[in-house]
């Protein structure tokens, strides 16, 4: 997907080396590529239940609340280029956020586990991070963390729509923009190297944040023995 996407850049002109390398930070760095999302232990099982809990109720946790971090890189984003992605982007995750407080309301309680509190002031010193994130006054750093959040979302769309399932929630269609459109607004935004860099940097810090979230889940599942 990268190769052809890079292609296409190439073609109109865009620079293919800030597309090139989003890409493959989403396919190597994002949700997609963690092991934990390979499992079975999400769908499967008596103790998926408890652990598709777990899932939703810290992306909530993180994600849930408004402004979010589409919302800030739009109060901290001046490029012409990026204002209708963003709108559209902030208009997606507010649906987003209205169907992921219904899975956590389908899903009940977080499950019992040891080491809780240590887990809750995890993710919430990720929020935090996060938090940090979307609002620098860097230029570049809070958009590429909302690039990377909705080039990242489609691969947790992917399992919060099998959650719905699993759930007995009607699942909306996604409405957060493209991987392909918002590659392209990325590349159109980072016009000169220093907000290069920033976007970039602004993209790993989130999508690690993401990874460290998947860690927290698959330990909580290790440590409640549900493996």
Request: charged share 20%.
């Amino acid at each position: 997907m990268a190769t052809q996407a890079t292609q296409n850049f190439e073609a109109t002109g865009q620079s293919s080396g800030l597309a090139g390398m989003l890409w493959a930070l989403a396919d190597k760095e994002g949700s997609r590529n963690h092991r934990y999302l390979d499992t079975d232990a999400l769908f499967v099982g008596r103790n998926a239940a408890r652990n598709l809990a777990d899932v939703v109720h810290y992306l909530c946790t993180l994600h849930g609340r408004h402004p979010g971090v589409v919302d800030h890189a739009g109060t901290h984003t001046v490029h012409p280029a990026a204002r209708d992605w963003l709108k559209g982007a902030a208009m997606g995750f507010s649906f987003e956020r209205k169907f992921l407080t219904q899975l956590v309301v389908a899903a009940g309680p977080l499950p019992s586990t040891p080491g809780q509190a240590e887990c809750e002031s995890a993710v919430i010193g990720q929020r935090h991070s996060l938090d940090m994130l979307a609002t620098s006054d860097r230029s570049g750093c809070s958009f590429g963390a909302a690039v990377a959040l909705v080039l990242d979302w489609h691969a947790v769309r992917a399992v919060l729509d099998k959650a719905a399932t699993k759930l007995g929630v009607d699942a909306p269609d996604c409405a957060i923009p493209s991987r392909d459109s918002t590659i392209l607004v990325a590349t159109s935004v980072a016009d000169t190297p220093p907000v290069e860099r920033a976007l970039i940097f602004g993209a790993q810090q989130l999508f690690g944040q993401h990874r460290g979230l998947w860690d927290l889940i698959e330990a909580r599942q290790i440590a409640r023995g549900d493996h």
